[in-house]
Structure formats: structure tokens, C-alpha cells
């Protein structure tokens, strides 16, 4: 057998079982920061790790006038300052700049597009890219229609030859709300075919997330009792101690409620909620979590309230530095009430979930970075040990750390040593970074390269998009409709307003501190 | 940050025995020890997180404290149990009692709440004493988990408790960079992986140090348009590293072309090595075409003694050739390669090849239990080259 009919035979037994095939990624918004701090060093971390395929090649675009030569340099800097791996090793830059080029223009002039043609015509000459491309949109969300319109104007939307393939990544946020996702959507399918769209979430990119995948699904035992017979409810936790790090311009706009729940937290529920897919392939995980969301009871907008707690940080101190409210932020209105907070309780209306409390909440300037998704079981049906013996017995938690110190643990009741039956809760814990001995590649490593493949297990579909938007759209319409806020309502530095505790209370329960 | 050492001495088993469970004991007496009361003071937790067990025998106790360098650093990344066996000559002394000692180390990050931690035992044993160990290791190893032994030294190839010691546990690790006649070394070595067969996994140090050789050099042949080279290669010339006064070391290149032969069912037909000079090797390829291996040795600083330098591919098929080559370039570190086939663009990409000290190499290879094939075939492969000599020639390897 001829091995050119065949499977590259030296393939064998190498970490990376499967090589993308040579091809071309464009990104627009070249000259901005996500390129500069994570796409670009994601590529040149594969380039470090051999995982990128022969040949190769980064065509920045943006609106800037600059030479390649003077691209790449930006682009150094970039990998020299936020790779996880720096300084830039000589040998791979000196390959890795090769395949590195530039086009100027602007994202409405449909003949600069003529022109990333032309260059990218002449990258599958010269480098034998053989008409395959990705299009990144690293842009804002508002010129994300004009660049898919002249895409398609120019012809950029199809394969360039027999053989080949295009595909196009999407940033979050994909629409504002579910009106304006469904609008969207509409939009780029007139363009191009579902199975050409990669719309990234990089929370699913994340090793820890795909590893509460493998943590549900590879280990017999929790199957049996992931269900509502076992399961009091669930937190979700994602804190950041950060403020808006320069975003204020989006973020006031956005709120945490479109910048972290309906994306990031969602995925998190889905992954956590979701019945085993038949297989783990694109299409047979993205259903079974679209059946989540689907599942997701919808909160009346007039009983919003009831459901959601949303909260504004003011002034405080956060790891022992002062920080101002988010008022004063750069880029806010002084009277903005936009949150920075939201706790909200979501039920998922099937067999599996009917009546468990699903828990979400997430903040800016919380005390501490920390995202976690939490499993309280139930209290034990009869309780054996009573008074001072069971004082400090308390349910069984399963935490699943994201990030940091990712792992997992397990509270369980044990007995003190002594001659009296007293009973603690102690902690199983499985770290994950210290558990295997190779560092975990950033979420756009991983996603990047399962692009180039063509595998979409970890980006969303547009079904899974909408669904997500359908709770989160009603929210948005009942605090619409509620009186304002009066913000702010928290202290940066705390976990949230006094509401939010309040708000779980009532349901006899707590929120944990992670 | 936390950092606690807690070390204790088991003195006194009476002759040549090991005392498995004073050894136990003082394993978990560490976990009471008052030491470990300054993480809690902190808020830090010790937890011990054991992915597997790792046996080493060291050479002595200068090779035992460059393992526990190695070693330390690596149970940080992933917490085991590590047993050393350290052979003394002073053990062999019938009146003297063996010793051991026994720790725990434990180490949190900065703002970690919990400190993985991992347990050492050190037992010294009298040299050459394999049936001890092998009696040792299964009780002091913990359970349900993968052992791995590493052996960082030559190990007795040859010897039938070698065989014995091997099947005690799930993989074994050598490394060929240091056989002394390495070589003749690698034959004794298949042998070995032949009669160890499905009883224990066998890797190699020096088979981990290819790792960025075959992921570059598949990288080229992704490229459907280029993989007609390997159906058309009538070369195959390869250079290691020869450092003067050090031991010529060909086992690495050897096991790069038993890797290319082995891929490319390639049959090795006949080879000769005059007075020290480069390998000839004939391989023939599965249409029957012959194929010229050559292995030259070329002066090289002594980190890389021994070490793969470039591989190149020439390829003809009557109408077109090409060429795919794969050097160390710049500080040595980073591997280059270029590829430049008739027809088809030139192609040129490059990898920092990974760490080749010790700890880098043996995590790869503590990744997994299974055996494998694609070394066992390389392996085989590379010994054929060396039996493909003549006897004279066999003889001064």
C-alpha cells in the first residue's frame, strides 16, 4: 500500500494523533487586545508544541497602515508579554514569523477585501495553505455584520478551491438579547452554513470544564445519584476580584448578566445538567445541552424579583488596595445601573432536575477570583446521630473548582477519634494541576485548534445560542419593567448586597464561601 | 507560600531484611507529626493527592541524591509515592543492620488553601540485592495505583531477576543515553522488552528525546502532497553528537532510524561499521527498492553526546525528488526543518525541543502504563541494524 493513498504512517503513537491540515487564519482586529493577548500567543504556544501544520500562516487585518515586518514585531511583543510561555523562543519565532503577514484596510471597503483575496491567493501558492481559511472576528460586536456582509461580497464566504474549507470564528457577545441573537444568526447564515460557524465561548475550552464532562461521564458511580432523589441543589459561582480592567465603554453596556450568565455560567449549568450524550461528537453533546436550556423554566418578568438579585459595587478594598464604586470607573455613567452583580435561581423542568434549585450568581470585585460549581446533596433521610454528636454534620458537598486551584472535593461527615461519637466534616480532595504533570494549554489553544480540525464540540451551536438568550431576555425584560435599582447596594471587597443572602435564605439555604 | 519536610530514620532491621512495617509505621506517624501543625496554623491543608508509585534504584548514594534533585521537583507536579533503593556496599555486611528513612514533603502555592504532599522512602540494600527488592515492593507500594520503576543507571541486562523485578510492576523506564556499550546494549534490551512481552511495559529516556524528532517529522508528512517521499526514500542519513573522550553513543540514532524503518516498513537487509566510522546501513522498502542508511557521528558539546542532530530524507521517484530535513540549530535546543519537494512550496517550521534532563523525559514516560508498540517496533528495528554487522564488527561495539 502506498502511503500517499493512506494515513501519514509516522503519525503513530504521537501525542497529537490528529494534525490540522495547512491553512490560513485572518484575523480582523488585528492591531486589538484579545489578538494581542490571547490569540496570538495561543498559535504561537501550538507552533511551541508542534501542533500546528506545515505551512501555517496569520494574516492580521485591521485598519492600521503598518509594514508585516512591523505586525510581527507587535506581535513578538504580544507573545514576549502574555504567552504562558515567554520569552519567544528564537528558532520557533524565526518559523513562526514566516507565516506571519499583514493586510490594512478597513472592515467596510468591500475592495480591501478584494485585496485579503489576492494575499491569500497568494499565501496557497506560496505556502501551500491550498485554499483553506478561518476568519476571526477579534472585533467589536458592532462590525460584526459589515465584515460578514463583504466576506460574502467578495467571495470569502466559500471554499477557495475543490477540497478546501472555510470557517468563521465568532466572539461573544452574540447578540444582546434573544431578538438581536435570532437577528444575527439570520444574518450569518445568509452567508454562511451553520457547519462554517464557530461561535466560541472560551469557558468550554477550559481543561477544567471538559474535565466535569469526564468526571460525570467516565466515572460509574455519580451517574446514580445525579438526580433530584439526591441532590438539594446546586451553586454556581463565578467572582472576580476585578473591576473593569478598561472596559467600562462595553461593560456598561453589557452588565454581568450578558457578560457572564448567558454565555460562561450557562455553559457551566449545561455541562453540569446535561443526560449523557450518545457520543462524545459535536452534534450529540450540543443537543443534549440544548435540552437544558430549553428545559430552563422561564422567569415571568413580573415576578423577576422573586427569582434574581442584582447588585452595583461601591467604593471598598479588594486584597488590600482601595478601589473606587463602579461609578467612578473610567468610561461609566455616573448614574449607571448597569450590575455588576446578579444572583439568580433557575429550575430545569425535567425528569432529572424537577424541583432542584440551580443557583447562579457572579460579581465584579468580589474578595476573591474564584469559579466553582457546587453539588449540595440532601441531609441524610434519618438521622442517626443527634444532638452534640451531629451538631457540625452537614450535607454532602461536591465542589468542582474551574479555577483556581482546580479540582475537586468532596465534604463528608467522618467521626472525631475518641471515645464519644462526635462527627465532623472533612474534606476529599482532588487537585487537578497537581494530579497530572503537564500544564494545562490556555482555552484558545484548545479551541483554536479544534477549529482547524473542523471539530465544534466545545463552540455553540446557533439553537444552543438562542436558547440561552430566552431566560436571560425575559430577566432583562422584568427589570426593565421593575423600578430602578438603587445602586450600589455592595461594598467591593464582599460577596454581594445583603439582598442576595437574603434572597437564598428565604429558601432555607445559604450561599457557600468558596 | 507553605513548605513543610518532615524526615524520619527507621534504624535497625536486623541483617539483610527490611522492616516493611516499621517502615509503615513511620509512614504514618508522619501524618501526626506536630510539623505539619504550622500549614493549619496558616489555613493550608495537607492533602495528599497519589497518582502512582515510583520505584527507583539508584546507583549509590551520589545517584540517589541526584534522583531525589530530579524527583523532588517532579512529586511537586505530581504527587507520589517514591521508593528509592539505594545500594551500599556496607549493607552486604551481614552485622550491619539496613536502614531507611522515610518523609513527607509538602508544598502549597502562594493563596493556596491546600498543600499537596508526597511521601518518600529511602532503603538502602546491599548492591545487586534485586530479589530484596523485588520481595520489598509490592508491600510498601500504594495500592490500586500504577508502579513505575525507573532504573536512571544501566540496569543488569541479562539478569533473570531483572525479568523478576520488571514483572512486579506496570512499567519500567531506562535510559540508553547512558549505556556504555550502547549498541550491543539495545539488542539485550529487546530482549528483555520480548521476554517481558504483556508483563510489564518497557520505555526508554532516549526514546522520550525523539518525541520532537517524530512530531516534526510526521508534521512534514500531513501534507498529503508530500507523502509521496516516504514511499520513494533512497536516503536516510543521519548525525549524532560525539563528544571526545566521552563514549560513542549511537543508541538514540539508532532508535530514530528503527523508528523511520519501522513506519515505513522498511526491512533492514544488511549493515557495516568500519573502525569506528559512520553506519552503512541497506534497508529494503516494500516495492523492493533499496534504501542507504547512514549514521555519522559529528563533534558536538557534551549535553549533546549522543544526542539526534539531523535526520535527512532524500526521495526520488523518477520524475521528481525531494528532500525533507530536520537539524538542531541556533544553541542546539531548537530543531528546524525544511522541506523541499519538486513542484510543491518550500516549507520551513521549527519546535524548541523539549527539556532532555531527566525529570522532563520521565514525565512524558510516566504518562502512561501501556506498552508501546511504536517503540517496541523501533526497537526492534534498530536492533536489527546492529545485527545486520558483522561479527568482528559486532564484537567492538
Known sequence: ?514 | MGEVDITRDVHGFPGPNVDVEAIERELANLWKAPELGSLTQAEVVPVRTSVLNLVVVASGHAGAARIARTVSWLSVHHPSRLIVFVPDWSATDPTRDLDAQVSTHCSAAPEAHVAPCFERVIITVPPGALDLIVSVIPSLVLPDLPTFLWWPEPPPLGEPNLVRLARAVDRLVVDSRGFTRAAASLVRLHELCRQLGDDCALSDLNWACLAPWRALTAQAFDVAEHRWVLDAVTRLTVQYGYTRGAADSPAQALLFVGWVTSRLGWEVVAAERANRGPWRVTARRPDGAHVAIELHRIPAPPAFNGALLSGVLQARDGRRSGEFRAERVDDLETIRVTVGIDGVPPVSYAMRSRGADDGSLLMQELRSVDRDGVYEEALTAARRCVAALGKDERARL
Open chain 1, 1 to 514: 500500500m502506498q502511503s500517499a493513498t493512506v494515513e501519514n504512517p509516522l503519525r503513530a503513537g504521537l501525542d497529537a494523533e490528529r494534525m490540522p491540515p495547512p491553512c490560513a487564519v485572518v484575523i480582523f482586529g488585528a492591531s486589538g487586545d484579545l489578538t494581542r493577548r490571547k490569540l496570538m500567543p495561543a498559535l504561537y504556544n501550538l507552533a511551541l508544541e508542534g501542533l500546528l501544520p506545515a505551512g501555517f500562516t496569520v494574516v492580521g487585518f485591521a485598519r492600521r497602515a503598518m509594514a508585516p515586518s512591523e505586525f510581527r514585531a507587535q506581535i513578538r511583543d504580544a507573545i514576549n508579554q502574555f504567552s504562558r510561555r515567554r520569552p519567544v523562543d528564537p528558532g520557533t519565532w524565526e518559523a513562526f514569523e514566516q507565516g506571519i503577514t499583514y493586510v490594512q484596510g478597513t472592515f467596510q471597503d468591500v475592495a480591501d477585501y478584494a485585496r485579503l483575496d489576492q494575499e491569500l491567493r497568494r499565501i496557497d501558492r506560496e505556502r501551500g495553505t491550498r485554499g483553506n481559511r478561518i476568519f476571526y472576528l477579534a472585533t467589536p460586536p458592532t462590525q460584526y455584520e459589515t465584515i460578514i456582509d463583504n466576506l460574502g461580497r467578495a467571495g470569502l464566504n466559500v471554499p477557495a478551491e475543490p477540497g478546501s474549507w472555510t470557517r468563521l470564528i465568532i466572539e461573544k457577545p452574540f447578540g444582546r438579547d434573544y431578538q438581536s441573537a435570532v437577528a444575527l444568526n439570520d444574518h450569518l447564515l445568509r452567508i454562511f452554513a451553520e457547519e462554517q460557524i464557530f461561535r466560541i465561548d472560551h469557558y468550554l475550552g477550559k481543561e477544567t470544564v471538559q474535565n466535569v464532562l469526564a468526571f460525570r461521564f467516565a466515572n460509574g458511580i455519580f451517574e446514580p445519584i445525579w438526580n433530584r432523589n439526591y441532590i438539594d441543589h446546586v451553586q454556581i459561582t463565578v467572582a472576580e476580584s476585578l473591576g473593569l480592567e478598561g472596559r467600562g465603554d462595553y461593560y456598561d453596556q453589557a452588565g454581568a448578566l450578558r457578560d457572564m450568565v448567558q454565555n460562561h455560567m450557562l455553559q457551566l449549568l449545561c455541562v453540569t445538567a446535561m443526560e449523557p450524550p450518545i457520543a462524545f461528537e459535536a452534534d450529540a453533546v450540543r443537543d443534549e445541552k440544548v435540552k437544558v436550556l430549553r428545559a430552563i423554566r422561564q422567569i415571568d418578568p413580573k415576578r423577576v424579583n422573586e427569582m434574581t438579585v442584582r447588585g452595583q459595587y461601591g467604593p471598598g478594598w479588594v486584597g488590600g488596595q482601595p478601589v473606587p464604586g463602579y461609578r467612578e470607573e473610567p468610561n461609566v455613567a455616573p448614574n449607571s445601573v448597569t450590575e455588576t452583580y446578579v444572583a439568580l435561581k433557575l429550575f430545569i423542568d425535567n425528569w432529572r432536575w424537577a424541583g432542584v434549585p440551580f443557583y447562579l450568581r457572579t460579581g465584579k470585585r468580589m474578595p476573591r477570583r474564584v469559579t466553582e460549581i457546587a453539588i449540595q446533596f440532601k441531609h441524610v433521610p434519618h438521622p442517626l446521630f443527634r444532638g452534640p454528636a451531629a451538631a457540625s454534620m452537614e450535607p454532602n458537598v461536591l465542589a468542582i473548582r474551574i479555577q483556581p486551584d482546580e479540582g475537586i472535593s468532596l465534604k463528608i461527615a467522618a467521626k472525631v477519634p475518641g471515645p464519644l461519637i462526635r462527627l465532623r466534616s472533612v474534606n476529599m480532595g482532588f487537585l487537578y494541576g497537581t494530579s497530572f504533570m503537564v500544564e494545562s494549554p490556555d482555552a484558545y489553544e484548545r479551541l483554536l485548534l479544534d477549529c482547524m480540525l473542523g471539530d465544534s464540540t466545545l463552540f455553540t451551536r446557533r439553537d444552543e445560542t438562542e436558547a440561552a438568550w430566552r431566560p436571560i431576555t425575559a430577566i432583562l425584560k422584568g427589570w426593565a419593567e421593575a423600578p430602578p435599582p438603587r445602586f450600589p447596594n455592595y461594598e467591593a471587597g464582599t460577596w454581594g448586597p445583603r439582598e442576595a443572602d437574603e434572597f437564598i435564605a428565604r429558601d432555607g439555604r445559604a450561599w457557600r464561601q468558596p
